[in-house]
């Protein structure tokens, strides 16, 4: 199932952020209290939750989402998550859609940073967001303090005092000590490169190309609608860390009728701007990659026609289609900001 485009009112932090609480970057939820509804894991499904009129299992009625049974004694319920990387945390998204009369009045968030799967008893937990009160069938987009934030592996979902919940996003940047001169990933996720901005995620969206594993279907692609006017599609992606590309790696996988025709790359050293700035001197950057053609479901791999350390790359797609990953290998960048003029 393809993945909606972004919700145009969420908050900021959920564009400037990566859900570190997806299974597709290794994010495992690992402990609960009680789940005897609706299984932990199915909280971190990354498609949009779903009902299913009529569907029962052994247990009562099928949810998409965790749900703990109605709870005949005191304190209240809790699911801990273990992140698919370190971060830091920049907001969240309880979820409570489709539960309407078993949804939880209330929850938290607890943080810690701990070398195990599952932390121990004596683990420090981090309050990084107070009790808030939920609704039913509805998301609950929360920022996290920027006092409290700080580089965290787990966080533990507390609900007041049992319910269930659709689905837990947790936004955040990955922070991971890329020392200078060392090759890997510029463009993955895991590695903590993000999406800017895309002109179009119909279809799927723009941050799937940065997914570390390669995509089970077409829906985990980045797939536009049909152009009907010139131009092409695009999306701007902030490099993990300063680089220079040796190897790009485009893959169509799933995609066959509706393959990107052509691809091409530009790229810059950005010093300053925002997001929004980005897109209007994106257009301007210097081709990394001239217009390579595309074949449906392969990888293809190319090398840069021009080289240079960059910041940001802008990748275009001719004149639409879906690509499902995208693969920026190169080293990272022994230059200084200062060393270098404005793009």
């Given amino acids: 199932m393809a993945l909606p485009s972004p919700d145009p009112g969420a908050p900021a932090f959920t564009r400037t952020g990566i859900n ?20 932990m894991a199915r909280m971190l499904d990354p498609n949009p939750a ?5 569907k029962y299992d052994d247990n009562g009625k099928w949810m998409d989402g965790w749900e703990s049974r109605r709870k005949r004694v005191a304190g209240h319920d809790f699911c801990i998550v273990k992140l698919g990387v370190a971060g830091e945390l920049m907001g969240v998204d309880i ?55 700080d580089i965290y592996t787990h966080v533990r979902l507390n609900i007041y005092p049992d319910g269930g919940v659709a689905r837990l996003r947790v936004y955040g940047r990955p922070r991971r000590d890329l020392s200078p001169g060392v090759e890997l990933d510029l463009a993955s996720a895991t590695n903590g490169a993000r999406i800017v901005a895309a002109n179009n995620e119909h ?9 570390p594993t390669r995509a089970a279907n077409m829906g985990e692609g980045w797939e536009t609608r049909r152009r009907r006017e010139p131009g092409c599609d695009w999306c701007i992606i902030e490099l ?27 790229g810059a050293w950005v010093r300053a701007g925002t997001d929004e700035s980005l897109i209007t001197q994106s257009i301007f950057w210097p081709v990394l990659l001239d217009e390579q053609k595309l074949e449906m ?10 080289s240079m350390p960059v910041t940001h790359v802008r990748f275009n797609i001719l004149p639409d289609g879906g690509v499902s990953r995208l693969r920026l290998i190169g080293r990272t960048s022994t230059c200084s900001k200062a060393s270098l003029q404005p793009d």
Avoid at 50 to 54: L, P, Q, R, S
Avoid at 240 to 266: M, W, Y
Avoid at 299 to 305: E, K, M, Q, R
């Fill in 240 to 266: 993990a860390t300063p680089g220079e590309i040796s190897q790009i790696s485009v893959d169509t996988a799933h995609f066959k009728g509706n393959f990107a025709d052509r691809c091409s790359l530009q």
């Fill in 20 to 39: 570190l609480a997806d299974p597709r970057l290794g994010a495992e939820a690992v402990l609960t209290s009680d789940d005897f509804f609706a299984p």
């Fill in 95 to 149: 979820d409570t859609s489709y539960f309407t009369g078993n949804f939880p009045p209330a929850a938290s968030i607890d943080a810690c940073r701990c070398d195990d799967d599952i932390p121990g008893a004596h683990s420090p937990w981090t309050e990084v967001l107070p009790a808030t009160a939920l609704n039913g069938n509805a998301h609950h987009y929360r920022a996290i303090d920027a006092a409290t934030r």
């Fill in 203 to 211: 279809y799927g969206a723009a941050s799937n190309l940065l997914l």
């Fill in 50 to 54: 779903v009902f299913i009129a009529g």
């Fill in 297 to 306: 479901g392969r990888v293809h791999t190319f090398v840069p026609t021009q």
